[in-house]
């Protein structure tokens, strides 16, 4: 009985039945020819009879070829589908990202909106939170973080820079003045409550607990309260519009890792996310 999974045979059949000739059928299909004669032998082999009668001129049907036509015909439209439904597939799928609040919400928007742009079915997963992801958990499939990954099994690249400086409303600096050296922000100040990789950078400046005016992990939170006079808060310098920068001397610049799992970095999605991530953040 003849192989019907054989699909390369049945293309081949299809070939020289609509040109009539294995050169011709070769050309098309970008083969050799006598690879369209091992197609074929193949063919007649399996099925114990012949199916073209060869002259001068080239290869003529017999009856079990055309009865075969209609059969290589649905197996190529089945194949086309497939094709398609798979290029279909290529182009969309879900990735989901882990990335503290202050990364999800200045750098990675605009990244997000190009990669959209580029690939729309392309689905993402933002999970903005203070806790680092386990990638190894498979919690997502890929982090932004502004500490190196200490895992083995984890892929990692530095892909830039976070500035990060403080920042107060115009109104506060008018009603206070600009500070000359941090102990003139004690009793002002705007930070981090349990996101200990900012609280650790912080403790390196030598910031007593009593320096603190508000404690609030959420990004939205800590930059409306800038905003509103509440008091100096640390923000990404490119995200700080409409606000004065204090101390500049007192500003920390955080590296920027990129990681992910090897198994989920050889996903084309994730490589995908990932390729544009290191990209934008380095830009």
């Known amino acids: ?33 006598p690879s369209v004669k091992r197609h074929l032998d193949a063919l007649e ?6 199916l073209f009668v060869r002259s001068r001129t080239g290869l003529s049907p017999l009856p079990a070829a ?34 503290s609040p202050t990364v999800a919400a200045t750098l990675l ?18 999970e903005a939170a203070v806790a680092e992801t386990d990638l190894l958990a498979h919690g997502a499939d890929l982090a932004l973080r502004l500490t190196a990954p200490r895992q083995l099994d984890l892929l990692r690249r530095r892909v830039g820079t976070l500035e990060i400086g403080l920042h107060a409303h115009p109104g506060w600096v008018a009603r206070h003045g600009a500070p000359a050296t941090m102990r003139d922000l004690h009793g002002h100040l705007l930070g981090p409550d349990r996101d200990t990789t900012l609280r650790r950078l912080w403790a390196g400046a030598q910031v007593p607990d009593e320096a603190w005016a ?19 808060g640390a923000l990404p310098v490119a995200a700080a519009d409409g606000l004065t920068r204090v101390l500049p001397e007192a500003g ?23 390729d544009a991530l290191a990209a934008g953040v380095g830009a």
């Open 1 to 33: 009985m003849t192989d019907i999974s054989d699909w390369t045979r049945f293309r081949t059949l299809l070939a020289v039945l609509r040109t009539g000739s294995q050169s011709a059928a070769a050309r098309d299909l970008g083969l050799a020819q």
């Open 45 to 50: 082999r399996d099925l114990g009879r012949p």
């Open 66 to 99: 055309e009865a075969l036509r209609a059969p290589a015909e649905a197996m190529e439209a089945a194949a086309a589908l497939a094709a398609r439904r798979l290029d279909a597939s290529a182009a969309a799928g879900t990735v989901r990202l882990g990335a």
């Open 109 to 126: 928007p605009p990244i997000l909106a190009d990669l959209r742009r580029a690939r729309p079915g392309l689905r993402i997963e933002v």
């Open 214 to 232: 508000l404690r609030c992990d959420d990004d939205a939170v800590l930059r409306a309260a800038i905003h509103a006079g509440v008091g100096v």
């Open 252 to 274: 920390m610049a955080l590296p920027l890792w990129l990681t992910a799992h090897a198994d989920a970095r050889a996903d084309p999605h994730v490589a995908a996310v990932w």
